[in-house]
């Protein structure tokens, strides 16, 4: 079940959602701003340690305005911290975020 959050309160949630398998989605300007942990970017079953150290755990950010896409970047399991910085970036603190769990 999705949920909104102003963007002030809400990273936290999105820590979360990324942690479990989800994004969160904000329109900014006519821009759509997407931060995604889906099955494109995590393994299917983690493995037992150490191999689960290996495996991807990666965060996708995404900003489009229609269907083309004019940002996409990346963002390794120790720049989950930056990834979110990006996504809420120049964000009202009182704007609401789109928080979706898989």
Known sequence: MFQSVPAGKARSAIKRVLKQGGYCSVEV????RMLSHDLMDRPLEKLPWPFSSLQAHDVR?????????????V????????????????????????IVPE
Do not use: C, H, M, W
Not at 29 to 32: A, P, S
Not at 66 to 72: S, W
Not at 90 to 96: A, C, E, K, L, Y
């Open 61 to 73: 950010y995404v900003e489009a305005r229609g269907t083309d896409i004019l940002k996409e970047q």
């Open 75 to 98: 963002f390794g399991k120790n720049d989950i911290d930056r990834a979110i910085d990006t996504f809420l970036n120049g964000i009202d603190p009182s704007r609401d975020i789109l």
């Open 29 to 32: 300007e006519n821009v759509r």
